[in-house]
């Protein structure tokens, strides 16, 4: 065994160390990380939901960087407006085209995912990225609980309704999961906390748990297609999200959290699709795959995990964009 990974893996099972920045400098010293070239991602195209502030915005800024037309997806014209001329004046030229869409609704989503087919001849990368945790169960236009809508069920729809585009350029898809997914089974009886008290924190953590068992049955569907599907996830980055949503735990934490930077390091990595990345259905967090569940109790047969894919096919309002073979 490489000494390397054991040092790495030996981190990791200190959660507080790994997720944190000295994980991340610790790591970059450890593999003697290198940045991606500066013209990696020239005249592809990538699409990022949540371009407006955190990690979406680090994402979108370091995708640019790297040369790539970068699709910016929020629910905010005016702030995907102020992010568009920032990248634009940055990078003396305008190749940041604007989508609205809120990832809450299907309707939202549909429109969205229309506008980009009829725009985009390809899509290189697709960074499922928008979040946020809700303090209150409450439930979308489309009668679906709120964070399984925004977390799942939209981005599914999103990435279902383009993959013509990806399939067109042997695309990649990113996943941002959160390792708050370690602490969460899936219930499969009850996706939208009908039954059990709802608990913000704990929706979240299971949706994002949904999300990287999604991850699995898209890798494993779209084999052989070109196509890739990734999850990563970014430790503990100070972001405005982590700030509202967790405000004890990120005053208490501010001063050893992540970069945003930091915490996007690997989707940039893994959008300059190097070999090792492929062919998906991984859970990356600073460039290396690392398990997918800490306790057995989170642990999804395959055939739980297919019947998790039909039940959120039918929560999107749409035919299967991957029927299994
Ligand atoms: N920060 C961390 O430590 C951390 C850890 C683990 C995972 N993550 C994940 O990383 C991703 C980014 O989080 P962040 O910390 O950067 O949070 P953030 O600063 O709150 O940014 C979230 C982004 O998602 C967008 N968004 C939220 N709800 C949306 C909706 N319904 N439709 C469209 N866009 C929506 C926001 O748009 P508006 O500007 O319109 O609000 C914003 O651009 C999330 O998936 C989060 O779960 C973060």
């Known amino acids: 065994m490489d000494p390397r990974s ?7 099972i200190t959660v507080v160390a790994s997720f944190t920045a000295p994980g991340f400098r610790v790591r970059r010293r450890l593999y003697a990380w290198e940045a991606p070239a500066p013209d990696a991602l020239r005249d592809r195209t990538a699409l990022v939901t949540g371009p407006t502030s955190g990690l979406g915005r680090v994402i979108a800024e370091g995708l640019a960087s790297l040369g790539a037309r970068v699709v910016l997806v929020g629910r905010s014209e005016e702030r995907l407006a102020r992010i568009r001329d920032e990248l634009a004046e940055r990078h003396g030229q305008d190749r940041f085209p604007l989508v609205v869409a809120d990832m809450s609704s299907l309707a939202s989503v549909r429109a969205a995912a229309d506008r980009v087919l009829a725009t985009e001849p390809a899509l290189d990368v697709v960074v499922d990225n928008a979040g946020a945790i809700f303090p209150e169960r409450r439930e ?11 977390l799942v069920v939209g981005p599914f729809l999103l990435v279902g309704r383009l993959l013509p585009l990806l399939r067109r350029s ?15 089974g899936v219930r499969l009886d009850d996706l939208e906390w009908g039954a059990e008290p709802f608990d913000g924190t704990r929706a979240y953590a299971r949706a994002k748990r949904v999300q990287v068992a999604l991850v699995r049955e898209w890798a494993r569907r779209l084999r052989g297609s070109g196509v890739t599907v990734n999850a990563m996830h970014p430790g503990w980055a100070d972001t405005p999200g982590l700030a509202d949503a967790l405000p004890a735990f990120h005053r208490v934490m501010a001063p050893i959290l992540r970069t945003p930077e930091q915490g996007a390091d690997t989707v940039l990595w893994l959008a300059t699709d190097p070999a090792e990345a492929r062919p998906g259905g991984r859970v990356y967090l600073d460039r290396r795959p690392r398990p997918f569940d800490r306790v057995p109790s989170t642990r999804l047969s395959s055939a739980h995990r297919r019947a998790l894919w039909d039940a959120i096919v039918a929560r999107s309002g749409e035919p299967d964009p991957a029927p299994a073979v």
């Open 6 to 12: 054991l040092i790495d893996d030996l981190l990791e």
């Open 140 to 150: 979308t236009e489309d009668g679906i609980e709120a964070t399984l809508a925004t």
């Open 170 to 184: 042997r695309g990649l898809v990113v996943s941002i999961t959160s390792g708050g997914m370690y602490t969460q």
